[in-house]
DNA sequence: CATACGATG
DNA sequence: CATCCTATG
């Protein structure tokens, strides 16, 4: 089973540049977790809403091109799932207009699973927006907590706006205490994986140094490679055993970020 | 003496195009007379503002990005000027603050010139701005009076948002009583040249058909020709007499207008 | 369709 | 630097 999630900065501009075409066709992952989509389905091509091979989710701002997220489902591989729900709320959220949580949950056996597609808030807009990242993060860590509670197996991809450990970003003296390096943002990282939560690419490459998945566009920081790894998979226990691998997609162009994309074998 | 005026649709667009330079360097014309530069001074470069050898005036209008003019001299022309004065301010002008005149005044020999470049108001944002556009026409022409009957010669050049007559526009029939060929318009334009005003291309070309400055964007009407003739000089009798030719500019792209040129035997 | 703006990242 | 927005033509 392969999964991408991918922060697309605009879902249209990167369907326009062919780049998000080129990533499904080149990867046919079975899961597409999208953020930053900015717009709705109302205004979207028939290859981001009908499209042949997928189901494809949307969760949309109330404010016009702001933010979003997305979920695209291989429809063979949804033809297997029975009671599939796609959910777009979690409770206690603050930013719950900002269309920043694209659920599925499914049975697939006697397992069930969740499937979240989130990008967390940046937080640097002002004092209220800050604290309202802060929030967002308990109130996500808490619902992944109950889930897996529940017995479900779950898998949280997204932009998460924050560089875990100075492993994980480029400049980190220079940005120390900065939006999205910040010591409570990177103590929230702590608190998930002592929680039991595993960052999937870094628990499989404890030591891969200059790794990135963002890159400022201003500073043209791609070029050389200036980056932050602020996209993640975070799953439980159980889900991590059986993932296979896991790559950010360098390569990839047409956002401010790079894919990331893990296989599980299930 | 070489005149154009252009309605430019951006100064900075123009001149990122590299169509602004073309025309400058293929016509090399004494006076330059522009219309929607659509920025201010400083936000201009320095092509546009230390030319080496064009002085170069702009209006802008207060709201940003919004309407403006200007006026550029050669160099070489104005070392003859006496008493050069660059004016903004016409008498009982509405939209004062939207940057539409920009206004040589200067001596050559025993003659004082007025040299305008205007943009008239599009007027069909309101019933409001509808009637600022038939206020403008009247203090424009009021104050050409006043100077042609001070003994000026006058030379008023730009855009000025109306079609003349049913030669002067594509499609007659489908825009008659539409902002741009409305009656009242139009009636203003029969005052002025029945006040002795010369539209100095059309007296040159009284049968020339088909022959247009604006192309609508939208429907791409360019292409096909589907046009209306706006741009205009307009000039005294005196200055008439001077003419040797005019013509539009039609193959000059990177606007929705093109320029209109005339040669003055001075 | 195209040039501007302003908010956001 | 790049995505959206809206106003304007």
């Not at 690419?201 to 201003?218: K, N």
Request: hydrophobic fraction near 35%; include cysteine; aromatic fraction near 12%.
């Amino acid at each position: 089973m392969k999964l991408i999630t991918w922060n697309v900065n605009g879902i249209r501009a990167v369907e326009r540049k062919g780049e998000l075409q080129k990533l499904v066709e080149a990867e046919q992952p079975d899961f597409l977790l999208l953020q930053e989509i900015k717009g709705t389905r109302e205004q979207f091509s028939k290859f981001l809403t009908e499209h042949a091979d997928y189901e494809q989710y949307y969760h949309s701002a109330e404010k016009k091109g702001y933010a979003g997220s997305g979920l695209w489902v291989r429809k063979s591989v949804s033809a297997k799932f029975k009671g599939a729900e796609f959910h777009t709320d979690v409770p206690h959220m603050p930013n719950a207009d900002e269309g920043r949580v694209a659920w599925l949950s499914f049975r697939l056996g006697r397992q069930t699973w969740d499937l979240m597609s989130i990008y967390f808030p940046n937080g640097g807009k002002s004092e209220q927006a800050w604290r309202e990242k802060l929030e967002f993060y308990d109130c996500i860590h808490a619902h992944m907590n109950l889930l897996r509670d529940a017995g479900h197996r779950v898998v949280v991809g997204g932009d998460m706006n924050v560089a875990h450990n100075e492993i994980d970003i480029a400049r980190p003296k220079e940005n120390d205490g900065k939006i999205g390096f910040h010591p409570d943002e990177r103590a929230w990282m702590d608190r998930v994986v002592g929680d039991g939560w595993r960052d999937v690419w870094r628990a499989l490459h404890p030591d891969a140094v200059e790794v990135y998945s963002y890159w400022d566009m201003v500073t043209r920081a791609r070029d050389r490679n200036v980056g932050w790894r602020i996209d993640y998979f975070l799953t439980c226990e159980k889900t991590f055993k059986r993932i296979v691998d896991a790559d950010y997609l360098d390569a990839q162009m047409g956002s401010d970020h790079c894919p990331l994309r893990m296989n599980l074998d299930v």
